[in-house]
């Protein structure tokens, strides 16, 4: 099935810091979804990109299907930022919605 | 209710027995998705419904683990026989549809299920 891996597993950063976060896949994908869990467990969906370059707030993301990754940016970090940010893609060849292991991001006041 | 729900929020079993793990989606959704998180761990998929019927159910890890969704709507997730190792939080997640970019995930809080 369809490998993703997400980059880097762990970050820490001052509050204001920007970040880049990574998601590389290994197939061709129908759909691929940002997630953000918060220290409490709850996953919301910050992006439906399978392609193209979206934008929310002081969030933005990019994938670039052809060469099988995505781009989550985080800008002016806030403490509210922290937690894990998963990337979970679609693949062409069923209908599983494969997560990566994710991003833990730890924003310092 | 805006969101989904999944109830209980918390069960806590003896090996050995059988729970049962509801989850009310988003009204107007016909597609439906249990997962499985370990902690540490990225949600593993277990079961996508589209409509009444299971469309992918090759995430299940065996034939313990049976989910029915009998009027497209409420989906209940059932656990025969129990083990420790079915210890995680699971998570029930709801769409619009299943193509047609319309695949945007909304998750419930999760079930967090404790195996003793």
């Known amino acids: 099935g369809i490998q993703v891996e997400q980059s880097p597993p762990d970050l820490i950063l001052q509050e204001g810091a920007n970040s880049t976060l990574r998601c590389n896949f290994s197939?061709?994908?129908?759909?691929l979804q940002w997630f953000h869990q918060n220290p409490w467990g709850q996953l919301i969906n910050l992006f439906y990109?399978?392609?193209g370059t979206k934008q929310n707030g002081r969030l933005s993301a990019t994938t670039v299907a052809t060469e099988r990754y995505s781009l989550l940016y985080i800008s002016s970090s806030q403490t509210t930022d922290s937690g894990v940010y998963f990337c979970a893609v679609e693949g062409v060849r069923d209908d599983k919605i494969i997560f990566g292991k994710g991003t833990r991001l730890h924003i310092l006041p | 209710g805006a969101g989904v729900s999944q109830t209980p929020s918390n069960k806590v079993t003896e090996k050995g027995k059988y729970v049962e793990l509801r989850c009310d989606p988003i009204s107007g959704h016909t597609a439906l998705y249990w997962y499985r998180q370990s902690l540490g761990q990225g949600p593993e998929f277990l079961i996508y419904f589209q409509g009444t019927g299971a469309a992918d159910d090759s995430g299940l890890p065996n034939d313990r683990f049976f989910a029915v969704r009998p009027e497209g709507s409420v989906s209940t997730l059932k656990i025969q026989r129990t083990e420790r190792g079915d210890s995680a939080v699971y998570l029930c997640?709801?769409?619009?549809?299943?193509?047609?970019?319309?695949?945007?995930?909304?998750f419930g809080p999760g079930t967090r299920l404790l195996v003793l």
């Open positions: 990109i399978p392609s």
């Open positions: 197939d061709s994908v129908n759909n």
């Open positions: 997640a709801s769409s619009l549809a299943s193509g047609g970019g319309q695949e945007t995930q909304y």
